[in-house]
Each structure stands twice: as structure tokens, then as C-alpha cells.
Nanobody, 128 residues
Framework: QVQLVESGGGSAQAGGSLRLSCVASGFTYKWNNMAWFRQRPGKEREGVAAFEAGGDSTAYADAVKGRFTVSVDRAANTLYLQMDSLKPDDTAVYYC?????????????????????WGQGTQVTVSS
């Protein structure tokens, strides 16, 4: 059974940085996509950043482009999200997700249902 465990959340001042980690274990098959989603207070969950294993390609939501960086350490089976220039609007619970299904995933940040494993979430709070 796949298990995803996030860490690294906490509090930061606007303009500051945090790095989230997601350690993955229990994969029967190799994962093909991993991503970070977030749920801001009073809002629906949304895609933030995604990583595709096949071509090492990445995707970012417009709101975080240029400020957040997603990366993978395959040896450690860990997904990271480096968050710089944080804004109060980045306050949310951040979730890690993984997809093991074969085939290219179009629009990975808009396809929540395509991910078959989810972490428990980690809270990020940014104050002004």
C-alpha cells in the first residue's frame, strides 16, 4: 500500500521561504506523476506543482510560477516543494499526491481524480 508522508509545513513571514517534503513508500509499480495540491481556507483544493517521471517535466499553477520549485530525489523516493517569496495567500493545507497509472497525464494540476494516493496534508501559514 502506497504511503505518502508530508513534512516541512509551518509558519513563515511574507517574503520568507519553506520547503515541503513528501516521502513515498510502498509502491508496487513505479509512479508516473507526483504533485502538490493545496486547499486554502474557504476554497476548493487546487493543483500547485506537478512532476512527471517520464520526461522529468514540471508544471506550475500561475499563482506560484517563479516562486515555487518542485523536484524529486528518486534515490530517497522524496518529492519536494521549495516555496520562496511566500505570500499570505499561500496559506493552506498542502497535500502530496502520486499517480501510478500508465500513460501521459494531460493537465496534471487539473486532474485530481487521476491521482491514486494522497498524503495527510501539512499546514502552511504565511503572515503579513
Amino acid at each position: 500500500q502506497v504511503q505518502l508522508v508530508e513534512s516541512g509545513g509551518g509558519s513563515a513571514q511574507a517574503g520568507g521561504s519553506l520547503r515541503l517534503s513528501c516521502v513515498a513508500s510502498g509502491f508496487t509499480y513505479k509512479w508516473n506523476n507526483m504533485a502538490w495540491f493545496r486547499q486554502r481556507p474557504g476554497k476548493e483544493r487546487e493543483g500547485v506543482a506537478a512532476f512527471e517521471a517520464g520526461g522529468d517535466s514540471t508544471a506550475y499553477a500561475d499563482a506560484v510560477k517563479g516562486r515555487f520549485t518542485v523536484s524529486v530525489d528518486r534515490a530517497a523516493n522524496t518529492l519536494y516543494l521549495q516555496m520562496d517569496s511566500l505570500k499570505p495567500d499561500d496559506t493552506a493545507v498542502y497535500y502530496c499526491a502520486a499517480r501510478t497509472s500508465l500513460g501521459w497525464l494531460r493537465d496534471p494540476l487539473q486532474r485530481e481524480a487521476a491521482y491514486d494516493s494522497w498524503g495527510q496534508g501539512t499546514q502552511v501559514t504565511v503572515s503579513s
